[in-house]
């Protein structure tokens, strides 16, 4: 049978097996750097080879030794560098263990993997660079174990020698088979170290933003504007701090930020249904080929089954909330509070107008000064990514419903999102000043329901109550019994059960939200980043409030 039959096979299991043969060499040179040579062989060594020459083999296979570890890490995430620099190292070391003790095995055994490996460049397509490498904790955990474990093979090979009484700094200082082995494993432990902090601030490669300058801006409108699946939230897409991804017919996008090592899809892909599944696999692979941290954020029940496909880990981060229209009444005693709110603020001048596209842009500087009234009395400041923010060119991209309180001036407005399909709406930017009636928030959300129901919309979506619906069972995943904790007692952080309480006076259908990502672990990282990109940063977390002249 012809050997092109088995070649698939063979590229499939590469990656493992060149990353276990790269590891297991790793290891066998740490362990061979803290152990003591063959004396006769030392000897012979000697005889023909300067001594600068074997204490330099000798360190330097040790940190190659860790430099394979890590680069085993690369190999099975078939990193196309990953597999050079493995053979590169490979032939090094292999050279190296003759000048450091005669030791013929090694070098045989390294060959044996460097012939291995060579073969099967094809199965190592990646093309990111070894400085964008994410090397996970447990890899590193796993590493830090093989030097601890070369440093106690090597303690147990000097300890009944005439170097067991001398100390660490002297040792260090010899030019011996002890002071050898310590220099190599520190040497070793020290790359280590190096490469745990390049971890910690290394990052994947980033593409380009789509802002409203780029030619590709026009197209995102256009899909937008026509597309069969998109939810309300699809228009952060014409915030200006997303990249996207286009489907090969240009008529869907997927829209995504990135901060460090983090690609994050906001949502599910807009624009065609039949397309879902094809920007889905282009992200999860342009992600995996720039090495980078993927993540789906934002997903609802119906995306559920597309992420089983794509072989993603899932947690539950929320509720999202969604009144029906066409059920919606005041009447009835459920309903009395809100009435009476509602009635109220009527009562007192307020009035309610939706301005169409474009149509605040005269007005803008009247809302400008409210949303800088509003932003002083919360915490955080302007939003991004996740959330949109006061942006005059954003705003004039949507409705924008006012509310108008006594003599006619603004003291309240509301951006609005709407869908193509008509099959919900909701409202982006909700700001008022001062002078707003008591009430407004809950004036302004009935008008905005009644107007949705006499446009013909379907629902309107009130967006997430975090952490709700979350289990604090024994057995449920750690995350959601600590995503809990957090919605139970956490109120001095964020108001996540007065956020539900409101959103209930409303009776809305709950639908739980997801993230999704390849590994459960990256799920946390993810989340960090989210909450760094939706807030400008650390400095926009810390953000506080103006304090009230007094």
């Not at 005669?102 to 400085?131: G, Q, Y």
């Not at 057995?475 to 007065?498: D, H, K, T, W």
Request: proline share 5%; with cysteine.
């Amino acid at each position: 049978m012809s050997s092109t039959v088995f070649r698939p096979a063979a590229l499939a299991i590469a990656p493992t097996l060149a990353a276990i043969l790269a590891a297991c060499a790793g290891v066998m040179l740490l362990a061979s750097g803290a152990t003591p040579s063959d004396p006769t062989r030392f000897l012979l060594l000697l005889a023909f080879a300067p001594d600068l020459l074997i204490e330099i083999s000798h360190f330097f296979s040790s940190i190659l030794g860790i430099v394979l570890l890590m680069l085993a890490f690369g190999l099975r995430a078939r990193l196309g560098a990953a597999w050079w620099a493995a053979l590169i190292v490979l032939a090094a070391s292999a050279v190296l263990a003759i000048f450091k003790g005669l030791n013929w095995e090694e070098t045989a055994m390294l060959s044996v993997c460097f012939l291995a490996i060579v073969p099967f460049h094809d199965a190592f397509p990646r093309k990111a660079a070894l400085t964008r490498m994410e090397i996970t904790p447990g890899w590193l955990l796993s590493a830090g174990a093989a030097i601890a474990g070369a440093g106690l093979l090597g303690w147990w090979s000097f300890t009944h020698t005439e170097f067991a009484d001398k100390s660490v700094i002297k040792l260090l200082q010899d030019h011996d088979e002890a002071g050898r082995a310590i220099r190599s494993s520190v040497a070793a432990a020290v790359v280590l170290l190096a490469v745990g902090v390049w971890r910690m601030i290394s990052t994947a490669a980033t593409p380009a933003v789509v802002d409203d300058t780029d030619p590709e801006f026009g197209r995102v409108r256009a899909i937008l504007a026509k597309a069969e699946d998109a939810e309300p939230a699809a228009n952060l897409a014409l915030l200006g701090d997303k990249r996207f991804l286009f489907s090969a017919s240009g008529e869907s996008f997927l829209m995504f930020g990135v901060r460090g090592r983090s690609w994050i899809a906001l949502g599910a892909p807009v624009g065609k249904r039949e397309e879902r599944m094809e920007l889905f696999w282009r992200f999860r692979e342009l992600a995996d080929a720039h090495a980078a941290r993927a993540g789906f954020y934002a997903l609802g029940p119906d995306d559920l089954p597309d992420s089983v496909d794509l072989g993603l880990a899932i947690q539950k981060t929320g509720e999202s909330a969604a009144v029906p229209l066409e059920a919606f009444s005041l009447a009835g005693r459920r309903r009395e509070v809100l009435r009476r709110n509602w009635r109220k603020a009527g009562e007192g001048g307020a009035a309610f107008e939706v301005l169409p596209v474009g149509g605040a842009v005269e007005i803008m500087d009247e809302l400008a000064a409210i949303s800088d009234a509003w932003l002083a009395h919360h915490a955080g400041g302007e939003k991004s990514f996740s959330m949109g923010g006061f942006d005059r060119r954003y705003v004039a991209e949507f409705p924008v419903a006012i509310v108008r309180g006594e003599e006619g001036k603004i003291v309240a407005f509301a951006t609005l999102w709407l869908t193509a399909s008509k099959t919900s709406f909701s409202m982006d930017l909700m700001r008022y000043s001062d002078e707003a009636p008591k009430n407004v928030m809950d004036y302004l959300f009935v008008e905005l329901l009644h107007w949705g129901k006499d446009e013909g919309y379907q629902a309107f979506e009130f967006g997430m109550a975090p952490l709700a619906g979350l289990d604090d069972r024994p057995l449920a995943p750690i995350m959601s019994r600590v995503g809990r904790l957090l919605y139970e007692r956490g109120e001095e952080i964020y108001n996540f059960q007065g956020v539900r309480r409101y959103k209930d006076k409303y009776d809305p259908v709950w639908q739980p939200r997801y993230i999704a990502a390849p590994q459960k672990w990256a799920i946390p990282f993810l989340l960090a980043d989210i909450g760094l990109l939706s807030s400008g940063g650390v400095s926009g977390l810390a953000k506080r409030p103006k304090k009230a002249a007094t």
